[in-house]
């Protein structure tokens, strides 16, 4: 610990809850992959050995409990590009998080996910930028709307991935769907009919988002707003993503399929 992970992805403030081990002699220092700005592409990158406390003493048996860290990371193609990390260690060596990077933590939106959401994009960058700045109630709320907005075009998109022993079943409740406004419960009506192509080993998406969504703002900390909203996110992006990829993929398997029997045909003749 950290992991890469961690490392990679998370936000400035949001907590990861772990064990961590005592001494900076027993800490992971895990190579990452990230942007290079030199490169201009994903590197891998291996830390410097110069981690260093920020606090009076630097001595890597000594206990690293209820202190700040600098971890420094350099691009392996260019030896040149370098990440910076500042993490904060808890007194109970039980929880950690970052309290500054640089470069700062990319803003970044997938793009296939943009062009879906088209003028929702504006609204889901705006949880973006909560997330970024450890906001979980505002990230949450941010996401928890884009959903709400997007849920009925999105049940809609993936009619033509249902399997035909399913689509009757699939078609009354999307209809059903249609006569309530709460995202909960349609989601709710959905969630048991979804192909598994949009199950990864098993895990119904849609069941967690409904999870999730079900937490309510009102009785949680700006920590468990925080962790839900990357959820959220994450399941919308993987959703969309998948959606649009099976659908690209069907496409193409059904113009070769088009191509092959027209060829032959024009053989025949």
């Known amino acids: 610990m950290p992991d890469k992970d961690f490392l990679e992805n998370y936000s400035l403030f949001r907590k990861l809850s772990v064990d961590i081990p005592e001494t900076l002699y027993e800490l992971s220092k895990p190579p990452i992959n990230m942007e290079c700005n030199d490169c201009k592409s994903i590197q891998t990158f291996s830390i410097i050995d110069n981690t260093a406390f920020l606090n009076s003493f630097n001595h890597e048996h000594y206990s690293i409990s209820n202190v700040n860290l600098r971890l420094q990371y350099q691009c392996q193609s260019c030896q040149i590009f370098k990440r910076d990390f500042i993490l904060y260690i808890s007194p109970q060596l039980d929880y950690i998080y970052k309290t500054g990077q640089y470069p700062e933590w990319e803003i970044k939106m997938d793009k296939n996910l943009e062009i879906t959401l088209g003028k929702h994009a504006k609204t889901f960058r705006k949880g973006l930028v909560c997330e970024s700045q450890g906001y979980g109630i505002g990230a949450f709320s941010y996401y928890r709307r884009i959903t709400e907005e997007i849920i009925d075009e999105l049940l809609d998109s993936i009619t033509d991935l249902i399997d035909k022993n399913s689509l009757e079943e699939y078609k009354n409740a ?27 080993n098993g895990v119904n998406p849609l069941g ?7 937490e309510g703002l009102h009785a949680n900390t700006d920590e468990a707003c925080l962790e839900n909203a990357t959820h959220v996110k994450d399941i919308l992006t993987f959703l969309i993503n998948q959606i649009i ?8 398997f059904t113009n070769s399929m088009k191509s092959l029997l027209e060829k032959k045909s024009g053989k025949l003749q």
Request: aromatic share 0%; charged share 35%.
């Open 174 to 200: 999307l209809e059903a769907t249609k006569k309530t406004r709460v995202t909960q419960e349609k989601i709710d009506l959905i969630k048991d009919l979804l192909p598994e192509i949009l199950k990864p």
């Open 245 to 252: 990829q099976s659908k690209e993929a069907s496409k193409l």
């Open 208 to 214: 967690i988002l409904h999870s999730e969504l079900s």
